[in-house]
């Protein structure tokens, strides 16, 4: 185990700033004397595209690439139109980065509000692929703007892709208690992906004989969500159908206020990167009012990949601790809630 | 107003047969002693294919084109691989018949339960588009089988396909008392699809000055559908998006076993169809246990597509009364609750 971690922090847009100030807080709280943290923070997103035009230039990926991890706080402003900081950043560092093992748990903690009726014991994670499927950026637009446009969007699947993330979910699988997977598709639609990524999953099964495997149609699994969260264990599914299952797991399991993320490349060849699920929610941004724990489980993320196993789940443990006394306590600020998170993990 | 209805049955697989039965009780119940009704019961599905192996001919297109309407029951089984029925009969059936409005309304009504806590309030329609995106079955695989296995997936979307959908949930916006249109994609992600959709919505607006607008990610709408749902009115979306957010509002406003949907073609060029969103639930077919109410109120959405508001609202009526007293009551069979609604709607 490395005993230092040099950090990429990147704030972002909006709220971004704030909760990244909290993670910050509560990852310097929790590292033993000895482990030598240092962090270099990089000004992308919105500020910086207004100012140069710029969103990740090759020489931002190589300073980028020297770091251990990368902490992300959230890119985006109305003030930039849609797609250009998705696309020129956020999209373009996971595929330079080859952030293919898109890591997203959903737990749902004592405490936690959920929309759900009755008290579903929700744990499960997501491993959503992160470099393939309808992300690749592939298609075009032919006769724009005239009554003739035609805009087509291409999904990319490669056997080499979709194994190297389903033999993740696989492993990931067989290391929980439970050890079951679900593969999430569309296989009865989109055939030619579907057949692709059901029988990869189906041949690295017979590598995981303890495992218990399902197949679940995208539209189906929103309703098992809703109705049956408690089914899950592990979930592998493609790039656009993880966005999405992420987004309703998230809401089930606490809110988007709690949801954490890894953009991992488990090979180590680039460093990986953690960040809250949540965007920029410019409408609070300044405020402190934004709830650094989603953030802050991004550090126990962080932390655990690197290697920190006690220090990951000591924050964990503090996490769940706070959200069982928040339901007594009055609204806290951003700041607050990460230095109530600092005391615990440190103390 | 038509009076007669010439009416195409297809009960297909599983609970498909037992559903529709009591779909034409409860039509023949409802519509006044001058209105002919004619049905021709068509065998398709799961049967015809092991028997045949075929899905539906030109011949039954030609066949199924001389009906006012199509009632289908559900198509499906195991025992036929993933996507052979789907691409061969249900796919090739809408986009033989330019189904581009799929019309999936989503009500909570009282008595019926919902995952969801408190009470919310859920009374929208989505319009999803049937003919277009990645529903084509435009892709490919190359390599097959092999670990270069490279397997693709276009979404085809078409300023002409974009715009008449929207068109016509504007028109459902501007008829219902909110007056709301919320378009779902992934604008963000999807640029070349994205824009086109948004640019075509934007500019459609403007003919709509008192439809009050929203755009959303789809990864977002299914957080809004769990934690806001009474914040929709209309939606309008994309074909695969459409499939997945529907799933979840069915979920939510009741289950699938209220879910109904028309697939209509606006223009009357060809009969649209009306079906419920469950399938053939073949673990449960045969024993009489299916719930027949999306059926049932598909056929009040194939009334109303007809010209019969009067009998589609005695129907939507019937079912109100009767989820009502179902808290009440013990189990009933398929055969038991087509019965009760017959009884209302014809008293
Ligand atoms: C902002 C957007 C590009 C991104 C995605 O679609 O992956 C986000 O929704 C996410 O889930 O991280
Ligand atoms: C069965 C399948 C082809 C279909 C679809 O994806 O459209 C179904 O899920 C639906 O929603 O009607």
Chains 1, 2 share one sequence.
Do not use: C
């Not at 490395?2 to 909006?14: C, H, M, N, T, W």
Request: a negative charge.
């Amino acid at each position: 185990m490395s005993r230092s971690i040099d950090l990429a922090v990147i704030p972002g847009d909006g709220i971004g700033q704030e909760v990244v100030a909290e993670g910050l807080k509560v990852l310097s709280a929790v590292l033993p004397q000895d482990v030598k943290l240092e962090t270099t923070e990089y000004d992308f997103g919105a500020r910086r595209y207004h100012a140069t035009g710029e969103t990740l230039t090759d020489e931002d990926l190589a300073a980028l690439k020297g770091h251990d991890a990368i902490l992300l706080g959230a890119i985006g402003d109305p003030s930039v139109p849609s797609g250009v900081l998705e696309r020129g950043f956020l999209l373009k560092l996971r595929f330079a980065f080859d952030h293919h093992v898109n890591l997203r748990p959903s737990k749902l903690l004592p405490g936690v509000a959920t929309p759900l009726a009755g008290e579903p014991e929700i744990d499960f994670v997501v491993v959503r692929e992160g470099t393939e499927g309808p992300y690749t950026g592939n298609g075009g637009t032919i006769r724009k703007g005239t009554e003739h446009e035609v805009a087509t969007e291409v999904s990319v699947n490669t056997a080499f892709g979709v194994e190297r993330v389903v033999r993740d979910a696989f492993a990931r699988a067989q290391a929980r208690p439970r050890k079951k997977l679900a593969l999430i598709h569309k296989n009865n639609v989109l055939t030619f992906a579907g057949h692709l990524w059901t029988d990869v999953f189906n041949r690295v099964a017979r590598e995981f004989p303890e495992v218990t495997t399902e197949y679940m149609h995208v539209d189906a699994a929103t309703i098992y969500l809703v109705t049956q969260p408690e089914r899950f264990d592990v979930i592998v599914t493609d790039n656009l159908f993880g966005d999405i299952v992420t987004d309703l797991a998230a809401a089930v399991s606490g809110g988007i206020g709690v949801a954490a993320s890894g953009n991992i490349n488990p090979s180590g060849a680039y460093p990986s990167m953690f960040e809250p699920v949540h965007g920029s929610a410019p409408d609070i941004a300044g405020q402190g009012k934004a709830d650094p724990t989603a953030t802050v489980l991004s550090v126990a993320l962080l932390l655990r990949h690197l290697g920190f196993e006690a220090e990951a789940a000591r924050i964990d443990d503090a996490v769940a601790a706070d959200l069982v006394e928040r339901v007594a306590l009055a609204a806290r600020s951003t700041e607050e809630i990460g230095d109530a998170l600092a005391a615990r993990v440190a103390g």
